[in-house]
Every structure is written in C-alpha cells, then in structure tokens.
C-alpha cells in the first residue's frame, strides 16, 4: 500500500446501514402517437413497483434479462429519469422529486459507471478533464490540486497517471471503463450504481475490472448496486442479489440464497444458463448441484413486450410450473416456506430450495426438435 | 487506513504511432487535412478571395485605378462609338489589365475586386449570423426537445416552405420598403443590411435542423448522463459537453453556406434587387456582362471565372474539411 495514495476512510455510518432505498419504484414511458393530434396510446412498463434496499459497504446484485429494467432502475437510482411511482430515500431523505439544486448536497454520494465505455467518455475532452470535471461542478479543491488528485485517482484505477492528457480514443475498452470509474471515484461517492461495468468488454478483461471494483468496495467502503445480465459475473461481487423480470423483483436474497436455495422458476433458469466453474481443487461451484448431473431448463420464446405485460405472474408465458392461478393473481414478492429472513421469491409454486436438476426442462418446442435433430444426427 | 494499492497499471496505449500520442482529435484532424492536397489548396484559394476583398483599396492604389472613374468617357481613344473598348479582347492592355467596361469605360479589374468585396461582405456577415442562429435554435430545439422542440420544428418546416430564391426577389423590396419610403432613394448601407437580414431570415434552418438532429442524438450519449449525474448544469453540459461534438457539422455546414450566400446575393444583384451603382457588386456584373456578351464577351470572362474558381473552391474546402474530421467518409 503506497502511503502516497489517500482515499477517505469509510465514513460515518456502520456498515449494513440502509443507504440507498426504492420503494414501489415505478417507471412508464408513455408511447406517443395518433395523428393530427399526438396522444399517449400506451406505456412501455419498463419498472413496476420495484422495492430494493442498498446498504452501506456491501454490493447489491441486479439481475435479470437485457429489457427487463435494469439501467431504468438504475437511472431512475440516480435520478436521471422521473420515476412515475414511488419513493426513492437516501440516508433516510426522500429524495423522489428533489431538484438539481435539492440534490446536490447529496449528488456527490451517489454517482454511476456505465455499460459503453465508449459513449460514456467524451471523445473531446482529455483524460484529466474527464476526472476533473465532476471536481470542478462541485467545487471541490482538495489538497495539492485538481491535477495531482487526478493522477492519484488514475493511479488508484489501475492507469498510468502519465496518460492525463490523452484522449479517450487512445485508450482500450478496459482502460476507457478504468477512466468511467475514476470519475466516478472523484466526487468520493458512498453508492455506485454500476450498470453493466463489464458486458461490453473481452471476457478477458472483465475479471480485471471487477476485481478493481471488489478492491474498491473493500478498502474504499463504497456500496455497490451492480447490474449484470447474467448471474455469473455478480457471484464473485455481490453479497445479497436481487432477479429482475419484465419489471419486476421475482427474488431477492443472500448470495448463498440465490445461488443455492433458489425457489423462483427463473432463477432457476438463469442459474442453468451459468456455465460451471470449477474452483482450483477441482470443486464445481455455480449451480452445479453436488455430484449429480446437471439438467438444463431452455425458456421458451422471448421475453413478452413490456407494453402489454401479462396478466397475473408476468413470467408465466414462459413458466414450466404455470397453472390457472398464475394468470389471475400476481404471487407477491414474499419469503416462502423453508426461505430464511430476508429471502424473497414471487412465486405461486415455488420450486424445491436446491440447484439440484435431473430433468431436462426444454420449453421451446422448435429448439426441443432441433436438439432432437442434433441428438438423432451425432 | 483505507488507501486501496493502486493496481498493476493496465497495458499502456501502444498501437497509435509516437507522433499521434496526446493528439487531441482536433489535432489529428489538422494533420489529417494537411495531409489533403486539394484541400490545402482551396483553403489558400479561399483566403485569396477573402485577402482580395479586404484588400480591395490597397489593390486599387497599387495599380493605381479605381472602380468608379469612368475612363472610357473621359478619355477618348479607349471607347469606340458604340461605346465597345476599342483594343481587342474587351480591352485589356498593359494598362487595364483585364479590360474597360462597355459603355462607361470604368476599369475591370478593380470593379471585380471591389464587387468581390462587396458581395463577400454581405455572405460573410449573413452567414455569421445564420450560423450563430442555426446553432442556437438547433441546439435548443434538441436538448430541451418536448414542446420547444415541436415548435421550433414547425417554424423551421414552414420558413424551409418558401422557395428560397423566388422569396428572397419578393422580400428584398419589401423590407427595403420597411426601411426607407419607396419614392426615396435607399442608401447603400441600407441595401446591404437589408440583403443580410433577408439572406439571414432564410439561410439557417437548414444548419438548425442539423444540428437539432445531432444534439438529440449525443444527449442520449451516456457522457452526457455522467455530467448530469455529477451535478452539471445544462448550460455547462451544452457548452462542454455538446458544442465540442458539434464544431465538425458546424464547420463544415459554414464552409457550404457561404458561397450559396454569395450566388444568392449575386443573383439579387443580377435581377436588380441587390445592391445598385455606383457600388461595384460580383452580381451585378453579370449582369452587365449578359448586356454585353454579343459584342463583349471579354467582360463577362473575369468575373465569371473568379466567380467559377471561388465557388469550386469552397466546396472542396467544406469536402476536405469534413473529411479530415471523419476519415471514414473518405472517397
Ligand atoms: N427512454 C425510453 N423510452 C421508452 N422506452 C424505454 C426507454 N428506455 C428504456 N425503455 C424500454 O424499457 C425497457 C427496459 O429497458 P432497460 O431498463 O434499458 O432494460 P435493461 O437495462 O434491463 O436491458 C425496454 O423495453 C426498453 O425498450
Ligand atoms: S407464479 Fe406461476 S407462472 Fe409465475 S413463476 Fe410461479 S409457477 Fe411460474
Ligand atoms: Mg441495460
């Protein structure tokens, strides 16, 4: 640890204090059309009545399908978006309808990484413009200098302080993302909402930025809402981890919960569709049920659109387990039997709390006859 | 203490040249235009004319003439009685390097630079606030969008309605007619601003819808949602997040409007809404020149090849501009 580098100790506030909390958080973009006259003909429910709590210092996992919601939930976090419903608290203010102005006390304390590291960086602005700017709209002087505080930020994420006045385009997709979090860092936030940090870059280079985030959480004390598609990359970084549907919150639990005790039927499927790790002993993790042979669950068709979403448990039109009830009556995100505190699942007819699967689940009756096709052919 | 290691630095930037490195993409676009010979070349073309109408008087005394002395009246022996210059080839000697004017005897040379000067001026001047415009309404337009943007969009569709040339000959004497009462004389200060506001009211939307365009495209950009999220203002996420992705359209739509302006104000000039004599104008001298050409084709020459030579010129400078800043457009 270089003495040089001074990063603010966690602040006040214990860990495991509820930070960042969104309740019943609902957005609509209304879908315009009609002539002459423009009207509102309809509403894409992007988020319906998401509740989800983010506590100081841990890492909260957002996961589901690309279209299900999640950067609308994070922009809607961060206050980029006007949510139609709910309430949206930091530290216990609600903050669902603050201003620019009400905001910027706490603007600082809750900053974002995004998914494109290349439309999220100025092609026209250096390096240590980029870092700086958030400073400069917050009028923060610290000691010794913008400049020196950026390099030190440059140096804290892994990139050669050297490189200030470099210009995005020089730079890779890992090392852009590299750029996107110090920026981040510069305001000395206490949440951030990372959206996607890694999908867009090689597999290679993922692990490396995830790990500059874990380092972060750690040592910095920062809270993290991490969204990912896919269950894989949250596993090694966030400790509770919620499962996101066409809007809405289907489970939320521990990582242990999630990972090993999943009682949603699509939870389930997302774990199916992790590939198995093995750690360094030779032990599978992720999903892989103890010693028995993996089956598989294939969904069916594509997510429904999010315009006209359907009727009782919204993931029925792709569930193995769906009956009568599922069409009528919307199961609440609630703790099943046999769920420890805290573990929520959706869900009418929970599946057995194991990762353990012996049957095939293949829902999709042209990619059943095209395996059948392979099966029959090899 | 909580100060994280700093990580092994990532792998260093190393395919760009050494030359390239730290280039900021508007010096890369310097290099990349210099590196265009066409380019290079109408841009010197391009500051020729604009030296020629600043430098107009300073031509005049060198040679030692000037636009409005009518020679051929008032010495005899360069006229014939037709009021043709009497030398072949519209008369052009050692004296008068690029002929006499039929009729009045005034001298070519000095005529054309001046009458560059003059319609110059105006494009110049009209152009600077058609862009200041476009770039104001467009950029409003597209970052607030919504109901500003809904109308700002119908002014623009109902201004591009009118025919551009045929509004400029209807609207000239009308707004000359706002100015000074018809049976008066209207100075020339007047015309010209009269010529600027009417190319102006006409000229920007173009540029506006453009940009409107543009803008509602980078403020989806996820920069512009990290300033927002950082505290920024939308003044400073227009002024340093927007226009610097906008300078290229800017540029390059400038570098095409200008010599549209200067045709346009020729062609005033030409059907005798423009500016009127005494002062010398491009225009105009088409006009003259489509008098004459039966029995003087020499005087039309100068001016139309001048006229020929600045228009090329500027449109291979807004190509290679446009070029320089986007290299994938390249031909
Ligand atoms: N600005 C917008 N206007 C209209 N629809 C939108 C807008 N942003 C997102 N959506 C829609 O909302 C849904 C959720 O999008 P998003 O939150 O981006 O999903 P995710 O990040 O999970 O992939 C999608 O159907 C998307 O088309
Ligand atoms: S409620 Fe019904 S349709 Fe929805 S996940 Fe449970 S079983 Fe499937
Ligand atoms: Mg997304």
Redo the contacts with the bound molecule.
């Keep these: 640890m270089t003495d040089k580098v001074s990063l603010p100790a966690p602040r006040d506030g214990s860990p495991g204090e509820p930070l960042l909390v969104a309740e019943g958080l609902t957005k609509h973009?209304p879908i315009m059309g009609g002539f002459p006259v423009k009207r509102r003909i309809g509403a894409?429910q992007?988020?319906d009545g998401v509740d989800l709590t983010v506590r100081a210092g841990e890492s909260f996992g957002l996961v589901?399908?690309?279209?299900?919601?999640?950067?609308?939930?994070g922009?809607l976090l961060t206050r980029l978006l006007e949510p139609t419903a709910g309430r949206i608290s930091y530290r216990g203010e609600d903050i669902t309808r603050a201003g620019r102005r009400q905001l910027a006390p706490i603007r600082s304390e809750i900053q974002m990484i995004f998914q494109d590291p290349y439309s999220s960086l100025n092609p026209r602005q250096t390096v240590g413009k980029i870092v700086s700017g958030p400073m400069e709209i917050n009028g923060i002087n610290p000691a010794g200098g913008r400049e020196a505080r950026v390099r030190e930020l440059l140096d804290v994420v892994g990139l050669n302080p050297e490189h200030y006045n470099r210009f995005p385009h020089e730079f890779s997709g890992g090392q852009r993302q590299r750029i996107g979090v110090a920026r981040a860092l510069a305001l000395e936030p206490k949440v951030i909402i990372a959206?996607?940090p890694v999908s867009a870059l090689d597999v290679s280079i993922q692990a490396q930025v995830v790990n500059l985030l874990g380092r972060l959480r750690r040592e910095m004390g920062i809270a993290f809402l991490f969204?990912a598609?896919d269950l894989a990359v949250v596993r090694h970084f966030s400790q509770r981890v919620a499962v996101?549907y066409l809007?809405k919150i289907v489970e939320v639990g521990t990582r242990e919960d999630i990972y090993g005790r999943p009682r949603h039927p699509y939870t389930h499927a997302l774990l199916s569709a992790v590939p198995e790790t093995h750690d360094a002993d030779g032990t599978r993790r992720v999903g892989a049920p103890p010693g028995g042979s993996r089956g598989r669950i294939r969904l069916a068709g594509d997510v429904p659109?999010?315009v006209m979403p359907p009727s009782g448990c919204r993931f029925r039109t792709r569930c193995w387990k769906a009956q009568a009830r599922c069409a009528t009556e919307e199961p609440p995100l609630t703790r099943a039997d046999g769920n420890t505190e805290g573990h929520l699942s959706a869900c009418h007819f929970p599946e057995p709390p194991t990762v353990a699967r012996n049957t095939e689940v293949i829902l999709d009756p042209a990619l059943r006859a095209a395996e059948d096709a392979d099966g029959a052919g090899g | 203490m909580t100060s994280p290691s700093p990580a092994a630095p990532a792998t260093e930037p190393g395919t760009a040249p050494a030359e390239l490195i730290g280039r900021s993409p508007g010096q890369l676009m310097r290099r990349r235009f210099r590196r265009d010979r066409a380019g290079v070349v109408s841009a010197f073309v391009v500051v020729f004319f604009f030296l020629v109408a600043v430098g107009a008087p300073l031509i005049s005394m060198v040679y030692g003439k000037d636009p409005t002395t009518t020679y051929g009246l008032n010495e005899t022996g360069l006229l014939n009685q037709f009021g043709y210059p009497v030398q072949p080839n519209g008369g052009i000697s050692g004296r008068f390097w690029f002929g006499l004017e039929p009729t009045l005897g005034r001298d070519v040379l000095t005529q054309l630079a001046y009458g560059i000067r003059t319609s110059l001026l105006i494009a110049a001047a009209a152009t600077a606030l058609c862009v200041v415009t476009g770039v104001l309404v467009g950029v409003t337009a597209g970052y607030l969008g919504g109901r500003t943007d809904y109308f700002l969009g119908r002014f623009i569709d109902l201004l591009l309605a009118f025919p551009q040339q045929l509004s400029f000959v209807a609207f000239t004497p009308v707004v000359y007619a706002l100015f000074v009462s018809p049976e008066k004389e209207t100075p020339t200060y007047l015309r010209v601003l009269t010529l600027i506001l009417v190319l102006w009211a006409l000229g920007w939307m173009g540029l506006a819808r453009l940009l409107r365009g543009q803008v509602l495209s980078l403020r989806e950009r996820e920069f512009v949602e990290a300033a927002k999220v950082t505290g920024a203002s939308p003044w400073r996420i227009i002024t340093r997040e927007l226009l610097p992705n906008l300078w290229t359209p800017i540029l390059v739509q400038s570098t095409l409007m200008l010599p549209t302006l200067v045709t346009a104000e020729a062609g005033l000039s030409f059907i005798g809404v423009g500016v009127v004599e005494p002062t010398p104008d491009w225009g105009r001298m088409f006009a003259n020149g489509a008098k004459y050409y039966e029995s003087d084709v020499t005087y039309i020459f100068f001016p139309g090849l001048a006229m020929i030579i600045f228009v090329v010129a500027f449109n291979l400078l807004g190509d290679s501009v446009r070029d320089a800043f986007d290299p994938r457009t390249r031909r």
């Design positions: 973009f894409v992007a988020v589901g399908e690309s279209g299900c919601g999640k950067s609308t939930t922009r959206d996607e969204i598609h996101m809007g659109s999010p």
